[in-house]
C-alpha cells in the first residue's frame, strides 16, 4: 500500500495477510494471525498487531517515528531489519512472548510502556525511556559506545545483559544482572536483591549499586572487571563484590551492612566507608589500603601485602594476613575478634583518645617490627612467632606481652604505667638506654631490662640471668609482694639506690654498681659477684648463707656493712672501702672474715 503522507488503517481484527508492504503517515496494519513485515514507512507512527508471530520479511525494514506492537497469545514479535529507523517512542505488548528489535537510528531508542516476556535490542543510539518497562525473562540491550537509561522505579527485570557506554538499570524488586559492559560506568538500583546470573560478569568504569529494604547486592562473577570507583547503599543488606581487574579497585563512598570484595588488584578508597558489621577484603598479594579518617566498620578480616585499616571510632580486627605488613588505626578501641589471628611482617597500631588495642589471638604470628602508639591506653599483644618480637617506638600507657619467641627492640619504649612481657623459656631484651618503663612485670630466660630513669620492677621470672639498669635513677620493687626469681646471674647498675629487698627474692648471683646504696635480700642463699656501693651495702639471706663468688671484689662507700643472715657469712679478702665491720652480725654469732677495712 502506496500511500505517501497519508495514513493507512488497515485494523480489522479478521485481517490475513501474508507479507505487507507500505508507505504512508499513520499507518496501522493487523492480522488475525502470523505477520510478516516488509519495507514499511510511516512517518506519522507505526501500529502493528497480530494473533501471531511479527517478523521482518527478508531485506525489510521500517522507517517510523513511533513504534506500538502487540501480539496475542504470547506470540513473538522480531523486527530485525538491519535498517530499521525509529525516531519516536516504542512500546510493545507481547504477553509471555519475545520482542526483538533493531533500531539503526542514531539518535536514541525511546522505550515507552513495554511489556514482554523477553526484550532484545540492538540500538545505534542512546537508549532511553519514558515508560515502564517489564520484562520477566531476559532483557539484552546492545548500543555500542551510546549510553543505556532505563532507570524508572516502575521497570520490573528478570535479568538484564547490556553494552553500552554509561548503563543505568532500575528494577522495583530483585535485579539479575547479566553479562554487562559499560564502558562510561553502570549504575545498578533494586528494591530487592541484586545477583549476578550464572556465568555472568560487569566489565565497566565506575559502578554504583544501591538496593532499598535493606536488600543484599551480590555481583560475584569472577571475571567480573571494574576500572574506576565503586560506591555501593545497602542499608542493612551485604555488598558482595569479586574484581579482576589487576589494577585496583576503588571504593568510593560505601554504607552497607556487611562488605565482602575478592580483588586481583590493590584495594584503595576514596570515600568513606560505613560497615557496621563485616568487611571481608581479600587481595592475595596486593595492597590494602582503608585508612579514610571516616571509615566505621564493625569486623575487618583482610589478606593482602601491605595491610592498612583505620576506623573513627572502635575496630574489631578479625582474621588478617598481611605478607608486607598491617597498619592499625582508630579513634576507640582496637580489639581481636573471637577466634580471629593475625599473620603479618610488621604491625603498627595507633588508638587515639587513650583508646586501648587489645591483639590477642592465640595463633597470632607477627615476624617483623612491632609499633604502638595508645597515648594512656594499653596496648596487649600475643606472639606466637617462634622466632621473636622486635618492639620497634611504642609508646603506650601500659603494655603486655606474651610472646612466643624471644623479646627484643629496636626502638625506645615509652610506658608509664606497667610493662608486662611472658616470653617462657625465652630472652627477653628490653636494654634501650632511652626507655621509659614504669612497672616492669617479666618472665623469660635472659631477661634484660634498662630504663632512662628509676627502673621499678614487679614479678620477674629469670631462669637464665637477670640483667637490670637505670640509667639515671633507682633500681627498686614496685611492691613488698613483688618477687624476683632469678636462675644465674643478677647484674645491676644504677646512678641511684639498687633496693631488691622483698621477702620472697631469688636474686641468684648478685653483681651491683652503683653510686648510692645498695638493699638485697633473699629468701633463700644470697651470693654476690663484683659489687659497687657508693652509700652502703646492706644484705640479707632470709633462710640461707650470703657468700661472695672467688675472685670477686666488694667495693662499699659509706658508713655500714650490715649483713643479716640465719646461718654464716662467708667472705673473701676484699671487702673494701670505708665502711665498718661493727654491725656485721647473723643470727647465730658465727662470722668468718679474713680482712674489714
Given at each position: 500500500v502506496?500511500?505517501s503522507?497519508k495514513?493507512?488503517?488497515?485494523a480489522?481484527a479478521g485481517?490475513?495477510?501474508?507479507t505487507v508492504n507500505?508507505?504512508?503517515?499513520?499507518?496501522s496494519?493487523?492480522?488475525?494471525?502470523?505477520?510478516?513485515?516488509?519495507?514499511?514507512?510511516?512517518?506519522?507512527?507505526?501500529?502493528?498487531q497480530?494473533?501471531?508471530?511479527?517478523?521482518t520479511?527478508s531485506?525489510a525494514?521500517?522507517?517510523?517515528?513511533?513504534l506500538?506492537?502487540?501480539?496475542?497469545g504470547?506470540?513473538n514479535?522480531?523486527?530485525?531489519?538491519?535498517?530499521?529507523?525509529?525516531?519516536?517512542?516504542?512500546?510493545?505488548?507481547?504477553?509471555?512472548?519475545?520482542f526483538?528489535?533493531?533500531?539503526?537510528?542514531a539518535?536514541?531508542?525511546?522505550?515507552?510502556?513495554?511489556?514482554?516476556g523477553?526484550?532484545?535490542?540492538?540500538?545505534s543510539g542512546?537508549?532511553?525511556q519514558?515508560g515502564v518497562?517489564?520484562?520477566?525473562?531476559?532483557?539484552?540491550?546492545?548500543a555500542?559506545?551510546?549510553?543505556?537509561?532505563?532507570?524508572?522505579?516502575?521497570?520490573?527485570?528478570?535479568?538484564v545483559?547490556?553494552?553500552?557506554?554509561?548503563?543505568?538499570?532500575?528494577d522495583?524488586d530483585?535485579?539479575v544482572?547479566g553479562n554487562?559492559?559499560a564502558?562510561?560506568?553502570?549504575?545498578?538500583q533494586a528494591?530487592?536483591?541484586?545477583t549476578?546470573?550464572?556465568n555472568?560478569?560487569?566489565?565497566?568504569?565506575?559502578?554504583?549499586v544501591?538496593t532499598?529494604?535493606?536488600?543484599?547486592?551480590?555481583?560475584?562473577?569472577s571475571?567480573?572487571?571494574?576500572?574506576g570507583?565503586?560506591?555501593?547503599?545497602?542499608?542493612?543488606g551485604s555488598?558482595?563484590l569479586?574484581n579482576a581487574?589487576?589494577t585496583?579497585?576503588?571504593?568510593?563512598t560505601?554504607?552497607v551492612?556487611?562488605l565482602?570484595?575478592t580483588?586481583?588488584?590493590?584495594?584503595t578508597q576514596s570515600g568513606?566507608?560505613?560497615?557496621p558489621?563485616?568487611?571481608t577484603?581479600n587481595?592475595?598479594?596486593?595492597?590494602?589500603?582503608l585508612?579514610n579518617a571516616?571509615?566505621?566498620?564493625?569486623?575487618?578480616n583482610?589478606?593482602g601485602?601491605?595491610?592498612?585499616i583505620?576506623?573513627?571510632?572502635?575496630l574489631?580486627?578479625?582474621?588478617?594476613t598481611?605478607?608486607?605488613?598491617?597498619?592499625?588505626?582508630?579513634g576507640?578501641?582496637?580489639t581481636?575478634?573471637?577466634?580471629a589471628?593475625?599473620?603479618?611482617?610488621?604491625?603498627?597500631?595507633?588508638?587515639?583518645?587513650?583508646?586501648n588495642?587489645?591483639?590477642s589471638g592465640?595463633?597470632?604470628?607477627?615476624?617483623g617490627?612491632?609499633?604502638?602508639?595508645?597515648?594512656a591506653?594499653s596496648f596487649?599483644?600475643?606472639?606466637a612467632?617462634?622466632?621473636?618480637?622486635?618492639l620497634?617506638?611504642?609508646?603506650v600507657?601500659?603494655l603486655?606481652?606474651?610472646?612466643s619467641?624471644?623479646?627484643?627492640?629496636?626502638g625506645?619504649?615509652?610506658?608509664?604505667?606497667?610493662?608486662?612481657?611472658?616470653a617462657?623459656?625465652?630472652?627477653?631484651?628490653?636494654?634501650?638506654?632511652a626507655?621509659?618503663?614504669?612497672?616492669?612485670?617479666a618472665?623469660?630466660?635472659?631477661v634484660?631490662?634498662?630504663?632512662a630513669s628509676d627502673?621499678?620492677?614487679?614479678?620477674?621470672t629469670a631462669?637464665?640471668?637477670?640483667?637490670?639498669v637505670?640509667?639515671?635513677?633507682n633500681?627498686?620493687?614496685?611492691t613488698?609482694?613483688d618477687?624476683?626469681?632469678?636462675t644465674?646471674?643478677?647484674?645491676?647498675t644504677?646512678?641511684a639506690?639498687i633496693?631488691?629487698?622483698?621477702?620472697?627474692?631469688e636474686l641468684?648471683?648478685?653483681l651491683?654498681?652503683t653510686?648510692?646504696?645498695?638493699a638485697l635480700?633473699?629468701a633463700?642463699?644470697?651470693?654476690?659477684g663484683?659489687?659497687?656501693?657508693?652509700?652502703?651495702?646492706t644484705l640479707t639471706?632470709t633462710?640461707g648463707?650470703v657468700?661472695q663468688?672467688a675472685g670477686?671484689r666488694?667495693?662499699?662507700t659509706?658508713t655500714?656493712?650490715?649483713?643479716?643472715?640465719?646461718?654464716?657469712?662467708?667472705?673473701?679478702?676484699n671487702l673494701?672501702?670505708?665502711?665498718t665491720?661493727?654491725?656485721i652480725t647473723t643470727?647465730?654469732?658465727?662470722f668468718?672474715?679474713?680482712?674489714?677495712?
Amino acid at each position: 500500500v502506496n500511500a505517501s503522507g497519508k495514513d493507512i488503517t488497515l485494523a480489522n481484527a479478521g485481517n490475513n495477510f501474508g507479507t505487507v508492504n507500505a508507505n504512508g503517515a499513520v499507518v496501522s496494519i493487523r492480522d488475525t494471525d502470523a505477520l510478516v513485515v516488509g519495507n514499511v514507512t510511516a512517518t506519522g507512527g507505526l501500529t502493528l498487531q497480530a494473533g501471531g508471530d511479527i517478523t521482518t520479511g527478508s531485506n525489510a525494514n521500517i522507517t517510523t517515528t513511533t513504534l506500538s506492537v502487540t501480539t496475542t497469545g504470547d506470540a513473538n514479535a522480531t523486527l530485525s531489519g538491519s535498517a530499521n529507523d525509529i525516531s519516536g517512542v516504542v512500546t510493545a505488548s507481547t504477553g509471555a512472548g519475545s520482542f526483538t528489535l533493531v533500531n539503526a537510528n542514531a539518535t536514541a531508542t525511546d522505550l515507552g510502556t513495554v511489556s514482554v516476556g523477553n526484550l532484545t535490542l540492538t540500538a545505534s543510539g542512546n537508549v532511553t525511556q519514558s515508560g515502564v518497562l517489564t520484562v520477566p525473562g531476559t532483557t539484552a540491550v546492545n548500543a555500542s559506545g551510546k549510553d543505556i537509561t532505563l532507570a524508572n522505579a516502575g521497570n520490573n527485570f528478570g535479568t538484564v545483559n547490556a553494552n553500552g557506554a554509561v548503563v543505568s538499570i532500575r528494577d522495583t524488586d530483585a535485579l539479575v544482572v547479566g553479562n554487562v559492559t559499560a564502558t562510561g560506568g553502570l549504575t545498578l538500583q533494586a528494591g530487592g536483591d541484586i545477583t549476578t546470573g550464572s556465568n555472568a560478569n560487569i566489565t565497566t568504569t565506575t559502578l554504583s549499586v544501591t538496593t532499598t529494604g535493606d536488600a543484599n547486592a551480590t555481583l560475584s562473577g569472577s571475571a567480573n572487571d571494574i576500572s574506576g570507583v565503586v560506591t555501593a547503599s545497602t542499608g542493612a543488606g551485604s555488598f558482595t563484590l569479586v574484581n579482576a581487574n589487576a589494577t585496583a579497585t576503588d571504593l568510593g563512598t560505601v554504607s552497607v551492612g556487611n562488605l565482602t570484595l575478592t580483588a586481583s588488584g590493590n584495594v584503595t578508597q576514596s570515600g568513606v566507608l560505613t560497615v557496621p558489621g563485616t568487611a571481608t577484603v581479600n587481595a592475595s598479594g596486593k595492597d590494602i589500603t582503608l585508612a579514610n579518617a571516616g571509615n566505621n566498620f564493625g569486623t575487618v578480616n583482610a589478606n593482602g601485602a601491605v595491610v592498612s585499616i583505620r576506623d573513627t571510632d572502635a575496630l574489631v580486627v578479625g582474621n588478617v594476613t598481611a605478607t608486607g605488613g598491617l597498619t592499625l588505626q582508630a579513634g576507640g578501641d582496637i580489639t581481636t575478634g573471637s577466634n580471629a589471628n593475625i599473620t603479618t611482617t610488621t604491625l603498627s597500631v595507633t588508638t587515639t583518645g587513650d583508646a586501648n588495642a587489645t591483639l590477642s589471638g592465640s595463633a597470632n604470628d607477627i615476624s617483623g617490627v612491632v609499633t604502638a602508639s595508645t597515648g594512656a591506653g594499653s596496648f596487649t599483644l600475643v606472639n606466637a612467632n617462634a622466632t621473636a618480637t622486635d618492639l620497634g617506638t611504642v609508646s603506650v600507657g601500659n603494655l603486655t606481652l606474651t610472646a612466643s619467641g624471644n623479646v627484643t627492640q629496636s626502638g625506645v619504649l615509652t610506658v608509664p604505667g606497667t610493662t608486662t612481657v611472658n616470653a617462657s623459656g625465652k630472652d627477653i631484651t628490653l636494654a634501650n638506654p632511652a626507655n621509659e618503663l614504669g612497672t616492669v612485670v617479666a618472665n623469660g630466660a635472659a631477661v634484660s631490662l634498662r630504663d632512662a630513669s628509676d627502673l621499678i620492677l614487679g614479678n620477674v621470672t629469670a631462669t637464665g640471668g637477670l640483667t637490670l639498669v637505670a640509667v639515671a635513677g633507682n633500681v627498686t620493687q614496685a611492691t613488698a609482694d613483688d618477687r624476683l626469681t632469678v636462675t644465674g646471674t643478677t647484674p645491676v647498675t644504677a646512678t641511684a639506690n639498687i633496693t631488691l629487698t622483698s621477702a620472697a627474692n631469688e636474686l641468684g648471683t648478685v653483681l651491683a654498681s652503683t653510686a648510692g646504696a645498695v638493699a638485697l635480700l633473699d629468701a633463700s642463699n644470697l651470693a654476690l659477684g663484683n659489687m659497687t656501693a657508693g652509700n652502703g651495702l646492706t644484705l640479707t639471706a632470709t633462710a640461707g648463707n650470703v657468700s661472695q663468688v672467688a675472685g670477686t671484689r666488694l667495693l662499699v662507700t659509706g658508713t655500714t656493712t650490715t649483713v643479716v643472715t640465719q646461718t654464716e657469712i662467708w667472705a673473701s679478702d676484699n671487702l673494701d672501702g670505708s665502711a665498718t665491720c661493727a654491725a656485721i652480725t647473723t643470727e647465730t654469732g658465727q662470722f668468718f672474715p679474713t680482712t674489714c677495712e
